[in-house]
């Protein structure tokens, strides 16, 4: 059997900018967690769990789908 593949983009800095320049230590304080998490998640270094993506969409008053992409091709 072939091992999955796929990555998981996202949108979190545009929608930071788009939302009156948000820090990622303004997201990061909204959502819970490290300025550190928020800059490892927006650079695609580390998945959030469900419910941190949830609170991120929440923040930001976006479908969940809005903030994050799944790319099945991504190796």
Do not use: W
Not at 13 to 35: C, D, K, N, P, Y
């Amino acid at each position: 059997m072939e091992p999955a593949r796929g990555s998981v983009k996202n949108r979190i800095r545009q929608l930071r900018f788009e939302h009156g320049e948000m820090t990622q230590q303004e997201l990061a304080e909204r959502i819970g967690v490290s300025r550190q998490t928020v800059n490892a998640i927006e650079g695609g270094k580390y998945a959030p769990s469900l419910e941190v993506a949830f609170r991120i969409a929440l923040v930001f008053a976006v479908p969940l789908e809005t903030v994050f992409q799944f790319d099945p091709d991504a190796k």
